[in-house]
């Protein structure tokens, strides 16, 4: 194993990404994901690479979208309202299949809302967030070191999917500090791109970038073409981790800052004899809905606490996996304010008694 | 038999889908002429914005982005910065450029993106069938504008040529109109300086076009070119704006 050495999560980030190929950054300033950008300014010019300071975010996702019809490795990175200004620019990414690494370390909304930690934009992450039907990749990593692996591993996603890979943090894991061991080398996947256009050079037929399809049979095609590469990822790509479920009475669902708070929780838990396990999803689309589903045919298994820093919105899907074969039971947190582990166990221990 | 006339190797065999009258089509000829005569067609990158020519992708036979409503000179950045080697053009309309796009208009040319935008003036949203835009004229009839434009509830018209020719960044902008083969010519070669400037790396250029949209005039095509000439050209003279002493 490489040497660790200890790095904010947002610097992990950006230099992940220059790791993996990209040299093409496009961004506006916003709290709290300010680093990843101060980064990229620094070190692209290092690795003859682009950074641009845009004049919006509408105007650097509309970079990336330029960017990424050449066929170049190109990141943004943004905030919760930075995000949805991007998200004209997400929708068209999508409807060209562009591939694209997009950041959010979100933060507490709506409006300006303010800027710790928050993970009020999952439902805009994972249910489209602009307009027409499509989704993206999100990513959910919780610490530095996967911070590192998973923007790798986003790159490549978008390549092979020609998509958007969103990674979906809250200020918490882009402030952090950690180790992180990087690889001596970065294995990614080569994509052949003979779609990009780069300029002809000799090549037979001029290319197109486009998401525009008047005649409605072309574009219920072209739609049915982006669900049959959707239903695909949801067949392959799904990520998490599922700890302690052996004889688990009660299980934790929970994601990013949220699932580390719990990790603790399920340790004080078995102290007062209670058995805590916990699935945490990694991508949070595709859903590891098939997992919720299985843990939730566990004899063992009473209900689940969904935990998270918001007024509930992971709730619903992991309700939909589990199809009302158990309770689901909620604990969050909003504003840009922690759930404490003891808040935690205390609707454990409730639940735990039946007095939810 | 000689050869005396032949489409341009800029342009596809897809025929036109413009009104006739309109001098879309022309200026895409002139354009592509020149990418053919500059021998830039495969090295040419260029961005259709939203507007009638929203699928002059289809039209032009270098490579071509579709981008969204104003977002062409973003999204010619991004193109420019991973292709610096490439040409690459915007091509948008008022509506585009002018309002919906003014930000990313300004900041292309303050950055001096390398990159050539071509600004097509008619003075109103053709495709969503002639509402007002920013350059409509005062007084002028549009479907949003039904009494004429009133300067103090719809505000003055927009000259942008003269506006990007005061930031540092963009070296080259030549207002052109298409009434003759005189003013015809002219603009070709205003078009040809735009891709010299850029392919010297001299900076941001535009080429602003006054055209004719007749249908949402509601004229026919000769009293449309009139009134272009009569009406427009007061509020919109023509001549370079930057680059005057520009030798490329
Ligand atoms: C975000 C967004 N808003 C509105 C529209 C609708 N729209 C399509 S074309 C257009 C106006 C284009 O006018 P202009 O740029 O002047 O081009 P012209 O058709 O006159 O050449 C508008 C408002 C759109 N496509 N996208
Ligand atoms: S509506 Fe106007 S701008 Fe559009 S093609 Fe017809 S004449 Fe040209
Ligand atoms: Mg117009």
């Given at each position: 194993m490489a040497k660790r050495v200890l790095m904010k999560g947002n610097e992990v980030i950006a230099e992940a990404a220059i790791r993996a190929g990209c040299r093409h950054y496009f961004g506006y300033p916003i709290t709290p994901q300010t680093e990843v950008m101060h980064y990229m300014a620094r070190e692209m010019v290092k690795h003859g690479g682009t950074f641009v300071q845009a004049e919006s975010e509408v105007a650097?996702?509309?970079?990336?979208?330029?960017?990424?019809?050449?066929?170049?490795?190109?990141?943004?990175?943004?905030s919760s309202p930075g995000?949805?200004?991007?998200?004209?620019?997400?929708?068209?990414?999508?409807?060209?299949?562009?591939?694209?690494?997009?950041?959010?370390?979100m933060r507490g909304g709506p409006g300006l809302g303010g800027i710790l930690p928050s993970q009020g934009d999952y439902f805009q992450a994972t249910k489209g967030g602009g307009h027409g039907d499509y989704k993206n990749l999100v990513i959910a990593p919780a610490s530095v070191q996967e911070l590192y692996e998973l923007t790798v591993k986003s790159f490549d996603l978008a390549d092979k999917y020609r998509m958007v890979c969103m990674i979906l943090g809250d200020g918490t894991i882009g402030q952090m500090m950690e180790p992180v061991a990087f690889k001596e080398k970065e294995e990614t996947l080569e994509v052949a791109k003979p779609w990009a256009t780069t300029g002809m050079h000799g090549r037979e037929k001029h290319n197109t970038i486009t998401s525009i399809y008047i005649d409605p049979d072309d574009l219920e095609a072209k739609n049915r073409e982006l669900q049959d590469k959707y239903r695909e990822i949801e067949e392959k790509e799904v990520m998490f981790e599922s700890s302690n479920l052996d004889d688990a009475e009660i299980v934790i669902a929970a994601y990013g800052t949220c699932s580390r708070i719990c990790k603790n929780v399920i340790r004080q838990a078995a102290e007062l004899g209670i058995k805590v396990g916990m699935v945490r999803p990694i991508t949070l689309w595709p859903f590891p809905s098939k997992e919720f589903s299985r843990v939730a045919d566990m004899p063992s298994v009473k209900g689940f606490l969904d935990v998270e820093l918001s007024s509930g919105q992971m709730i619903e899907d992991v309700?939909?996996?589990?199809?009302?074969?158990?309770?689901?039971?909620?604990?969050?947190?909003?504003?840009g304010n922690l759930p404490t582990q003891k808040e935690i166990l205390d609707e454990i221990v409730k639940i735990h008694k039946g007095e939810m | 038999m000689a050869v005396v006339f032949q489409k341009t190797k800029g342009l596809t065999d897809k025929p036109f889908h413009y009104c006739p009258g309109c001098m879309h089509g022309i200026i895409h000829r002139l354009i592509a002429e020149v990418m053919e005569e500059m021998d830039i067609i495969d090295?040419?990158?260029?961005?259709?914005?939203?507007?009638?020519?929203?699928?002059?992708?289809?039209?032009?036979?270098?490579?071509m982005v579709q981008a969204a409503h104003g977002r062409a000179p973003a999204v010619a950045t991004g193109i420019k910065r991973c292709k610096p080697e490439e040409m690459v053009f915007t091509y948008q309309g008022d509506g585009d450029l002018a309002s919906i796009g003014t930000a990313e208009i300004v900041h292309a040319a303050a950055r001096g993106e390398k990159i050539c935008t071509f600004f097509v003036n008619n003075a109103v949203y053709g495709m969503t069938s002639g509402q007002m835009a920013p350059t409509t004229l005062l007084g002028q009839v549009t479907t949003t504008s039904p009494l004429g434009r009133d300067a103090e509830t719809r505000g003055y018209p927009i000259n942008v040529s003269e506006m990007l020719a005061t930031?540092?960044?963009?070296?080259?902008?030549?207002?052109?109109?298409?009434?003759d083969y005189k003013h015809i010519q002219e603009a070709k070669k205003a078009i040809a300086k735009a891709f010299r400037v850029q392919q010297k790396g001299l900076g941001f250029a535009m080429v602003e076009f006054l055209s004719t949209c007749p249908t949402n005039w509601g004229k026919e095509p000769i009293e449309a070119l009139e009134w272009c000439k009569e009406k427009m050209v007061p509020q919109y003279p023509l001549g370079v704006f930057k680059g005057q002493d520009l030798e490329v």
């Open positions: 650097a996702i509309n970079m990336v979208y330029g960017a990424a019809a050449t066929g170049e490795r190109v990141l943004t990175s943004s995000i949805s200004l991007k998200q004209e620019g997400i929708s068209y990414i999508a409807g060209a299949e562009l591939p694209a690494v997009v950041v959010n370390i309700r939909l996996a589990v199809n009302g074969k158990k309770p689901v039971y909620f604990h969050g947190r909003m504003g | 090295k040419t990158i260029g961005v259709a914005s939203v507007g009638c020519t929203y699928n002059n992708y289809d039209y032009f036979s270098c490579d930031l540092t960044g963009a070296v080259y902008i030549e207002r052109v109109a298409l009434f």
